[in-house]
């Protein structure tokens, strides 16, 4: 092949690779957006969380001490706790 075909299929490819790149939905489009943190989950076998107790649930938990690890097993992929109950909102030394 002479120099100039070899320089248009090499053109014609990445500009074939950039519309698709344009046009495929971003990986970011997947990803829930950040916005409050939630915790609060219907815990199994028991009836939802009013939505006055969730919200006091999630605001203690967006209070909390950025060092808190949960002290449990049942975690979300990004360390959160899967379950949480009224436990959280109390202030006892034995709870922390």
């Known amino acids: 092949m002479s120099w100039p075909t070899t320089c248009t299929?090499?053109?014609a490819a990445t500009l074939a690779v950039a519309a698709i790149a344009a046009t495929a939905p971003s990986c970011d489009?997947?990803?829930p957006q950040?916005?409050?943190p939630t915790i609060v989950t219907q815990l199994?076998?028991?009836d939802p969380f009013a939505?006055?107790?969730a919200n006091e649930l999630n605001q203690a938990w967006s209070r909390r001490d950025p060092a808190y690890k949960p002290r449990?097993?049942?975690l979300n992929a990004d360390g959160t706790p899967?379950?949480?109950n009224r436990l959280f909102l109390e202030g006892s030394?034995?709870?922390l």
Do not use: I, N, V, W
């Open 9 to 11: 299929l090499r053109l």
């Open 29 to 31: 489009s997947a990803l």
């Open 34 to 36: 950040a916005s409050t």
């Open 44 to 46: 199994p076998g028991a």
């Open 51 to 53: 939505e006055t107790l």
């Open 72 to 74: 449990t097993r049942h």
């Open 82 to 84: 899967k379950f949480t």
């Open 93 to 95: 030394p034995y709870l």
